[in-house]
């Protein structure tokens, strides 16, 4: 389990989240973090990666003070970042791509390839093709299966779905809701509706704060969140 106890976060000078309590559990499916540009989503999973610092409160990974930890820890304890960027390393093949996510589990690499490839058949019909070379959804969904490769309890995506076409889209929320029934999803997107659809809890975050916990179905039919993102 992740957990964020009374964080306050900032990047130098500018504060960008504060007094947040958030937790997300193995027992959960998909929990959402839905609001606008700039409220400190993307913040929050490189909190809890081990990759940005908090000022105050305190951040747990299955026990463990993540003060105390670094990031191979964190992900090695299994939370696993996807991050928006995809952050691919272009100049390698789809399958050199897929062993660098499994650096903390070499142990069963072949049957977790064999794995990422029955989600994802399109990397294996591409594997030895360089990931520059790739679409944006193929790209995407060899960034979704490199974070597989590491064998997650919580694989966290920040917004999926960016850039890519609607059919696309459409083919990347069908894995992800496949991966949820192995898998939890902490998920953060864009497509407010469909993101609080899978959720079964989902957090409201505007100006660092969060606003809102409920289920997704509950956020999903509020007033506010109806006027202000669908």
Known sequence: MIELDGIDVSY???????????????????????GPNGAGKSTLLKVMSGLHPVDDGRVTVWGSDAADLDPTDIVERG??????????????????????????????????????YELFPILEERSDQL???????????????RGLMAQP????????SEGLAPQITDRVFEKIEAISEEITVLLIEQHVNRALKMAQRAYLLENGRVVREDTGTGLLESDHVKEAYL
């Open 12 to 34: 130098g000078n500018i504060q960008v989240i504060w007094d947040l309590d958030l937790h997300v559990s193995e027992d959960d499916a998909v929990v959402s973090i839905v």
């Open 79 to 116: 939370f696993v970042h996807v991050s928006e960027e995809r952050n691919l390393f272009g100049d390698m093949t789809v399958r050199e791509n897929l062993e660098m996510g499994a650096y903390t589990h070499r142990d069963g690499l072949e049957d977790t390839i064999r794995e990422v």
């Open 131 to 145: 990931a520059t070379s790739m679409s944006g959804g193929q790209q995407q969904m060899l960034a979704i299966g």
């Open 153 to 160: 309890k919580i694989l966290a995506l920040d917004e999926p």
